[in-house]
């Protein structure tokens, strides 16, 4: 079955929010085995509405509507709805009592002529009861054409609760297929590199398949099976899992779909009863910053530098005064004694340092902008690396985190 | 005019991301007077992509497409709007030299044959530079029918340094009507709170319109005038902006575009000639991460810490442990300590402090998750705010930065 996600809104159209709705309904769709081939978004006008449903009725067998159904004169997405499928709308007493309901709970007295608009429904209509607002979601069926069109308020927590209490199980119950996927995260390999690998595999791919999506630094290969059940699809899965881990070895860092590259360090680190600190000068906290996300992370790490000037790097992480003068601040002698340095003061069995030069400025010929070292140290043995990055400021530093983050991983995975 | 955004890749419709591409776009293309009706998604499928652009470009002048410019087999973006447009493609030396150079700068010698897909682009294209990748954008002019397709890699950082730089210049001269605008930026306030100090003013708009964005921590009121001439458009926004200012005051941090909340606090340092320094815990170096962002600040900012454990607050910024074993490293006191002991270790005018619990676990029903102390200390005196925030861990963190750069501001502007 395919579902198609139509987001009504004209504050969409001008970029005032960002359309967080969309990619909440499409992941949970594609958990539930439906196949989502377009979004769109039009704004709230009658007749490009009506157009642009019919248009994605033509083509899908269920369409997900949302805003527009507030009690302004814009909010037309039900009118609209109920037209495209000849219905008439009826005033639902169940409805006007929730309403009522629902003012008196959050103790606004005033209801206003217009609210009662929302308490219209189509004939023949499922109404969806809303607990965190006024506008109910509606489900109409076209049992003939087979075509289904559910309607969901716009706000994004109404939505959510909406659809995880009563639209998912409806849509769980229609689909007797199912899409099965794996992730595959890997880092310190390029998204076209990584590719090359794999085009064998990629051009033979039918069920399942293999899709490289390019992140920061890193690339995410998600396999996706089709099957009756999940065991089916595992079936399916296994073989090319298995090939996969043949041949990316250990560049794969994990394969849980939500673990990111920074919880992947701190459960090392952790599983080791490693410590880890940092001394960054170009990325100034960014590198600390990330390893923060993680939830855990107090647990590993207790205290980190940042070194932006050289007196700072001298005091507080020791480096030599002629290192400095001779290499100068963005030198691979400088990144080993502020990665070893910082692990002396913070007593931590590891630390990683970074020092670039981040740009727009700052470059020479010998010393361009982009070149960061980074220096990883662990239990005393200390690699350092030397990086050319291209980006703007905010990207080179970006760059230089993840780097930072792929070169510890790779050092603790010799302990 | 009328402008329509076309977002490929498989991945949006997969919700594995959010399409903040589309949300950015439409922002800027509203500021340069286009309008947009209608924006869509599809993934990387030859046929749908087609049929997709094909009706983009029946109903809207320019066709705006991201995503699927990469080296790997499913990006096709190109190839069908090549086809689309009937143009054949052909090898660009120059494109394939910037590869080239790009790969270098990134010390990646390894170019891999797919990447030379990248070189081939539709005769008669425009070639629109990128900095910050391999892709270059692309523009597709037909003139006989009066429609232009524009093609932008999916990055977001890429993306909107090129629109910046290449593409809003172009779609400005296409548009004969001139649209101005002015930006005025407000931190400190919160968007229904701003929006209902300009209720009146929004009611009665029309030439030139008021409109509010929602930032993390930020609100953005875009003035747009239609005029002749810029001069005229002047005429026109001044009495509104100096209404804005009437109302706002202080909360206006900026009224420059391309000026963001941290360009403002390095300014402000730099003409005061202060230096800052920052004593983080729960937000991990994200702060001074993200005053790193400007490139001047090495001139403001030589180091600064991270604490996350109560020894590391006590030894390196001088915490009393009495301070914490009486109140808890979660409390105003701490952060009092914190901004103080960080400006005197580091010897600078002005220190930032964070401690709070970001969540999603060490909440208690006294401390709960989101509670954040922030301190600021500027030539001595010393202020605390308390904050409660209501996000996960990521959002708690980015609105305390946000708040702590908000408070700094309000500080440095006593001097």
Known sequence: MTVELLSVGTEILLGNIVNTNAAYLSERCAALGLSCYHQSVVGDNEERLEETLQTALSRSDIV????????????????????????????????????????QKMKRTQITENNWKQALVPEDARVVENHNGT????????????????????????????????????????????????????????????????????????????????????????????????????????PVLEELRRRFGDLIYTEEEKESL???????????????????SCTGGKL??????????????????????????????????????QYGAVSPQTAREMAEGAAKAAGADAALSVTGIAGPDGGTKEKPVGLVYIGCSVKGHTRVEEFRFSGNREKNRDYAVVRALTLLREELNQY
């Open 135 to 238: 506008a109910p979601g509606l489900i109409l069926e076209d049992r003939e054409a087979g075509k289904t069109v559910i309607l969901l308020p716009g706000p994004p927590d109404e939505l959510k609760a909406m659809f995880e209490e009563s639209i998912a199980p409806y849509l769980d119950e229609l689909e007797p297929e199912g899409i099965y996927s794996k992730m595959v995260k890997l880092c310190g390999i390029g998204e076209s590199k990584a590719e090359t690998v794999i085009t064998d595999l990629m051009e033979v791919q039918t069920n399942p398949t293999i899709a490289p999506y390019a992140k920061l630094g890193e690339v995410h290969l998600r396999i996706t099976a089709k099957a009756e059940s999940e065991e089916k699809a595992e079936a399916l899965i296994l």
């Open 64 to 103: 997900i509507l949302s805003g527009g159904l507030g009690p302004t004169k814009d909010d037309l997405t039900k009118e609209v709805a109920a037209r495209v499928f000849g219905r008439e709308l009826h005033e639902d007493v169940h409805v006007k009592e929730s309403i009522s309901a629902y003012f």
């Open 288 to 325: 600390a910053g990330r390893i923060m996300n993680v939830a855990g992370a107090s647990g590993v790490y207790n205290e980190g530098y940042i070194t932006y000037s050289n007196e700072a790097k001298s005091r507080l992480l020791g480096v030599a005064a002629g290192t400095l003068e």
């Open 262 to 280: 920074e919880d992947v360090i701190v459960r090392i680190l952790k599983e080791k009863k490693f410590t880890l600190t940092t001394a960054e």
